[in-house]
């Protein structure tokens, strides 16, 4: 995703924009099993539309205005960072002409050992290679299948289910990455964070892990600005709005954008002072989101454009865990997670201007989740559920998906890495390894990269 997934990207467009990422994860209440219903005709979750917010003519949200919400810290303040020049994935018009170029065709290889680890995990047969119909022999060879961006799970309402995933007892990264972040924040702040240097996290992230580097940094007598990004105001302000209470002394700022809107952001417009650090953080496991070779790629952007000689980067990265540990983090047993997929089919009929379940009715799709220990991922999937045509219009152009039944979509990889795939990705971005905090149970790891 540049701005599309990294595994299907297109021709015609850039590979890479964000993945599990762009996540709101507040301390709110975890939900309870009656918030999620086991009913293949819903995702069991709904919440109230946003309140709507402001932004200045000069995209400076500053001023954001919410009916509800307390006035805005002096020592914050939210940009509007969205690229004029270049059509970005956080516009709705052109998400809307990505999606249906990218259900027009069949770019995303379905391996044929996921096929046989879906059968193996979920009971179920893979799709012929040559009419993709369902109840035949698994395929001996790899096939192609559609996708979607995986941008549209991260709606509003996907980030608030996405904020229950972590708090789902099965999802273990989440409070992993937490309690590194709870042990190592001092050393982590002592270390790598500079006075009057700047933290950039791409992606709201954690608040609750968050935290405790700022409040390490706090004690330290240490100042610094601090940078989020998010693809939504209202998440930037709820987000940040708090931490700016908490802690006065550091400067918040939220970048309203994609990727690689902030990182053109931070080459054109973010100064530094002579001898300060530069600490950037890549958290939630989202570098998971991207191939092993965006991954590399996105890294060696963030060195050229984001970093100088002894700046560093901190990234989450979940290991190549038991396939079983691994796939009930994916596929939780109050489908918390599956909730989360299936809203991006609700998303998608919006952005097509369709009503609820008109075009993508949830009760003919199903969530497909299964881990391929092969190739160290997790892959999701849309799994149609019978033969069914969709006609949508964008841009006055007429589209027709014509899909069969068991016909797969892709939506997400969740990519594991071992030892060697972090040497890999070194060699690969240009980044140097520095240093590895390991959570108690060591299935996750924080890694520090320097340049």
Not at 27 to 42: E, G, I, Q, R, V
Not at 174 to 183: G, H, L, P, S, Y
Not at 217 to 231: E, H
Not at 237 to 248: D, E, G, I, K, R
Request: charged fraction near 25%; aromatic fraction near 8%; include cysteine.
């Amino acid at each position: 995703m540049q701005q599309l997934h990294p595994s299907i990207h297109s021709k015609d467009h850039p590979s890479f924009t964000d993945p599990m990422h762009l996540l709101k994860d507040h301390d709110s209440d975890p939900p309870s099993d009656s918030d999620y219903s086991s009913s293949a005709s819903d995702s069991g979750f709904s919440s109230s539309s946003p309140p709507t917010l402001q932004l200045s003519d000069h995209g400076d949200a500053s001023t954001l205005s919410e009916s509800n919400s307390e006035p805005i810290p002096s020592n914050m303040r939210v940009l509007d960072i969205r690229s004029k020049t270049v059509e970005s994935m956080a516009d709705s018009a052109h998400l809307a002409r990505v999606v249906a170029q990218t259900l027009s065709t069949r770019e995303t290889v379905f391996p044929a050992s996921s096929a046989r680890f879906d059968a193996e995990q979920n009971g179920k047969r893979a799709f012929n290679n040559d009419n993709n119909t369902a109840g035949v022999s698994i395929p001996i060879q790899d096939v192609l299948v559609r996708s979607i961006p995986t941008l549209v799970l991260y709606d509003d309402n996907g980030l608030d289910i996405f904020n229950d995933i972590t708090h789902v007892d099965e999802y273990y990264v989440t409070n992993a990455e937490m309690q590194i972040f709870k042990d190592k924040s001092n050393e982590i702040a002592q270390t790598h964070v500079g006075n009057n240097g700047v933290l950039i996290e791409l992606g709201v992230g954690s608040m609750r892990k968050t935290r405790y580097l700022l409040d390490a940094i706090v004690s330290q007598n240490k100042s610094v600005t601090y940078y989020a990004l998010d693809l939504s105001a209202q998440s930037l302000t709820q987000s940040l709005q708090p931490l700016a209470h908490q802690f006065p002394s550091i400067k918040f700022v939220g970048l309203l954008g994609t990727y690689d809107d902030s990182l053109l952001y931070i080459k054109d417009h973010l100064s530094r002072d002579t001898g300060a650090t530069r600490t950037l953080l890549w958290l939630g496991t989202s570098i998971g989101n991207t191939t092993r070779k965006e991954a590399a790629e996105f890294l060696e952007r963030v060195k050229n454009l984001a970093m100088q000689d002894g700046d560093v980067l901190l990234c989450g990265i979940d290991r190549r865990n038991d396939a079983s540990v691994v796939k009930a983090a994916y596929d939780d047993p109050k489908g918390v997670t599956r909730a989360f997929i299936l809203n991006g089919l609700r998303h998608v009929e919006r952005i097509f201007g369709g009503e609820r379940d008109e075009l993508l009715p949830l009760s003919k799709f199903e969530y497909v989740s299964l881990y391929n220990a092969d190739l160290g991922r997790h892959e999701a999937y849309y799994r149609s559920l019978e033969k069914q045509r969709i006609e949508v219009d964008v841009d006055n152009v007429a589209h027709v998906f014509e899909f069969e039944e068991g016909e797969l979509i892709f939506i997400e990889y969740s990519i594991k890495y071992d030892a060697d795939d972090i040497r890999q990705l070194m060699d690969q971005s240009g980044l140097r390894w520095a240093k590895e905090w390991l959570d108690q149970t060591e299935r996750y790891s924080l890694h520090c990269f320097a340049k």
